[in-house]
C-alpha cells in the first residue's frame, strides 16, 4: 500500500490515481488532521459487496457452515453450472 502526503498528492495526483485504478492499490494520503484512502472503483464496489453480504445474517450463517465444511464434502468446481 502506497502512502504519500497530501501535498505531494497534489503535485502528482494524476499519477496516483493511474497507479490505484492500474495496480488495485489503495493510496493513504496523509494530512496534519487524520488520513484519507484513494481507492479504485473496483475495489471500492468490492468492498461494499462484501459489506452488503456480510450484513445478511442469512448469508452469514451459510458462508460459516461452508467454511467449516470439509473439503472432501464438496463437489469439484467442474460440476458446478455457472
Known amino acids: ?7 505531494n498528492f497534489r503535485q502528482k495526483c ?3 490515481f493511474e497507479q490505484a ?9 496523509t ?3 487524520g488520513n484519507a ?3 479504485s472503483e473496483e ?3 468490492g468492498l461494499i459487496a462484501t459489506l452488503e453480504l456480510s450484513a445478511d445474517p442469512k448469508f452469514y450463517e451459510q458462508l ?3 467454511i467449516n ?3 472432501e464434502e464438496c463437489i469439484d468446481a467442474s460440476e458446478v453450472n455457472w
Open 69 to 71: 465444511e470439509p473439503l
Open 21 to 29: 485504478v492500474q495496480f488495485k492499490e489503495p493510496i493513504i494520503v
Open 1 to 7: 500500500m502506497t502512502s504519500t502526503t497530501v501535498m
Open 64 to 66: 460459516k457452515s461452508a
Open 43 to 45: 475495489l471500492y464496489r
Open 31 to 33: 494530512t496534519e488532521s
Open 37 to 39: 484512502v484513494v481507492l
Open 14 to 16: 494524476s499519477d496516483y
